[in-house]
């Protein structure tokens, strides 16, 4: 009897092995044909399914991008909860980092594949501290836009550079929940009225 064909678990596994496979080498060093290896999938079915490896990356960036809302949304009314949660999040799920900063490598400053998604995706959270300025929560002296960069910068900058992090703060699991505890001080300070 010949194996029962599951295209929606073989998608599933050429995805995860996609996002192993750029986070480790970004898009230039990414290879196919490792990905298919990982995932146990004949590389035309990645063609077949996400396209050419820039299309390819770009989906398993937006999906993770995606993710991330969904796990943790910004919150204007409890920033160091949301430093907190996001901390947490980027610990258990580094890749997306990594992602982004291959992404920052390969475009620079050229126009990203899936642009207009992503602007859509920052308005939602930029508005999101609109919002919390307009209601007087957190500070309106620092641009919405720009209090988002400084507020994920500063959150997500330990685990881009653990090796910074560990030669600054400390390698002991106290000395992480000390930087954690400053990082949302700063965080706190940042949006303070």
Not at 127 to 134: F, I, P, S
Not at 181 to 190: G, T, Y
Request: hydrophobic letters at 45%; one cysteine or more.
């Amino acid at each position: 009897m010949a194996p029962v064909r599951d295209p929606e678990a073989t998608r599933a596994r050429i995805f995860q092995a996609a996002v192993t496979e750029f986070a480790r080498h970004g898009i230039a060093g990414a290879r196919i044909d490792r990905i298919a290896s990982e995932a146990k999938a004949n590389k035309q079915l990645i063609y077949a399914y996400f396209g050419n490896k820039a299309e390819l990356f770009s989906q398993v960036l937006g999906t993770c991008m995606v993710d991330l809302a969904a796990a943790v949304p910004v919150d204007a009314d409890d920033i160091e909860g949301w430093v907190d949660r996001l901390l947490d999040y980027h610990a258990t799920h580094p890749e997306l980092l990594r992602l982004l900063f291959w992404e920052g490598i390969e475009y620079g400053t050229a126009e990203l594949p899936d642009e207009t998604a992503r602007q859509e995706h920052y308005a939602r959270k930029v508005a999101t501290l609109q919002d919390g300025q307009a209601r007087g929560v957190i500070t309106d002296a620092i641009p919405a836009g720009d209090l988002l960069i400084l507020l994920t910068a500063l959150t997500n900058w330990m685990v881009v550079v653990p090796q910074m992090r560990r030669i600054l703060a400390g390698p002991e699991d106290s000395d992480r929940e000390r930087l954690r505890a400053s990082i949302k001080e700063a965080a706190r300070r940042l949006v303070a009225r």
